[in-house]
């Protein structure tokens, strides 16, 4: 009977820790394996810049998925050496779910020595209180074998809608519309004209794919068209549209963090999805592949305000302008909070956090594209950030508020 009594608690807890949450959580190196045909694996990396399915088992944590679809992903970082994944769950079974996911990514991180840009800054998101996808690093095995230190990520699809917003606005028929943005030349809100097909080419559907065209794209042209015809004083014709707050807000925190290639990019509008809401609420964007934070520990908080026609009419706004300083001041708030036993910030601490917690791994991966000692230059240079960024944005924040006064030096120098 105490042998029975055991079972049963051991299987409950290990049923309890087979969660989405437990599959996301970042506090230990997850585990995923693969097994797929030997064909199958050497086609998929030789042709890796084809988005060919193929067929292939999925194990985590003694669960596994059968007959699941795995294929080639990413854009720059598409490589038959270490391959990308998409993972999923039910392209050959239609009702075929993994801890209540369809999908998710393996992210191969090929552009980030340190692997670990794009989860710590997700993570900032969500402390912030933004919607974001939820990331965890792994260690992944290709028919037992080790195929090197991934990170997985949060399919941006209709069950992140669910999670993040409620079923109502998951719904097939009912619920509302997400659009993956696709950067096909440097772009910044600019008026496109009536044609829907200007904004189709630059906003991919997720959801309600099969609706009319201009059930699907009318809201995003109406959305771009104001924001370029608004006259009033505050924008509140284009926040009918788009939560214009928020966006400021999610501005700041790609500020903060040194982004290059999101929202006033080198190369434009990068790396979002946006989610309009069923009931006619002002749409949300959501943040999407970050590998490119953390460019400059002196990166401008003025950095391409004057580049995006969304942004640089809210900079004008005294309001928005304060909602995006404020914003900036409270990331340092928060990067800045010690741990009980660590006086370090929390950025910093959570920037060596992730990088102590592959750094074997890293060393072992049969195939990273980069060297140990890059690895390690890195790692340095993050934490260097974690420690510093704060001090420094703080310092052009309080230049900003005071444009008449003798500028502080900003500099980590």
């Known amino acids: 009977m105490i042998g029975l009594l055991f079972l049963v608690a051991f299987s409950a807890d290990a049923a309890s820790a087979q969660t989405q949450d437990a599959f996301f959580q970042g506090d230990s190196l997850q585990d995923i394996r693969l097994r797929i045909s030997a064909r199958d694996w050497q086609t998929l990396k030789a042709n890796a810049g084809l988005d060919t399915y193929y067929p292939a088992d999925l194990t985590w944590h003694g669960i596994t998925a059968r007959n699941i679809g795995i294929r080639s992903r990413g854009n720059t970082t598409r490589n038959g050496v270490k391959p990308g994944l998409r993972v999923d769950i039910n392209r050959y079974l239609s009702d075929q779910e993994f801890l209540g996911l369809k999908a998710f990514a393996l992210d191969n991180a090929y552009s980030d020595a340190s692997l670990v840009h794009e989860s710590v800054t997700m993570k900032l998101f969500a402390k912030m209180g933004l919607r974001a996808p939820r990331e965890a690093h792994a260690r992944l095995f290709v028919n037992n074998e080790y195929a090197g230190v991934y990170v997985i990520v949060e399919s941006i699809d209709r069950a992140f809608v669910g999670h993040a917003f409620g079923a109502a606005e998951a719904d097939v028929e009912r619920g509302g519309y997400l659009f993956e943005y696709q950067w096909t030349r440097p772009y910044g809100f600019e008026d496109l004209g009536s044609s829907l097909e200007a904004y189709a080419e630059l906003f991919t559907p997720k959801t309600r794919e099969t609706d009319s065209m201009s059930a699907v794209y009318g ?17 509140s014709a284009t926040r009918e549209h788009l939560d214009v707050a928020e966006v400021v807000k999610y501005l700041a925190i790609e500020d903060f963090l040194g982004e290059i290639d999101g929202l006033v990019g080198e190369w434009g509008l990068h790396n979002f999805y946006l989610y309009r809401f069923r009931d006619g609420r002002p749409a949300q964007l959501i943040p999407w592949d970050k590998d490119s934070t953390f460019s400059s520990v002196d990166h401008s908080i003025d950095y391409h305000l004057d580049t995006n026609t969304l942004v640089a009419r809210a900079m004008a706004i005294p309001e928005l302008r304060r909602i995006y300083l404020d914003t900036l001041t409270a990331c340092a708030t928060l990067a800045d909070e010690p741990g009980e036993s660590d006086p370090r910030g929390w950025l910093e601490r959570e920037i060596d956090r992730e990088i102590g917690l ?12 980069f060297s140990l000692e890059e690895f390690e230059a890195e790692a340095i240079r993050l934490r260097q950030f974690g420690h510093l960024r704060s001090s420094l944005v703080r310092c052009q924040v309080a230049n900003s508020l005071d444009p008449s006064g003798i500028p502080q030096a900003c500099s980590a120098e």
């Not at 809201?219 to 004083?233: A, C, K, L, Q």
């Not at 592959?358 to 594209?369: E, G, K, L, N, R």
């Open 219 to 235: 809201g995003i042209r109406d959305m771009v068209r104001t924001i370029n015809d608004d006259s009033s004083v505050d924008l």
């Open 358 to 369: 592959i750094s074997t791994a890293v060393a072992s991966d049969p195939v990273v594209p």
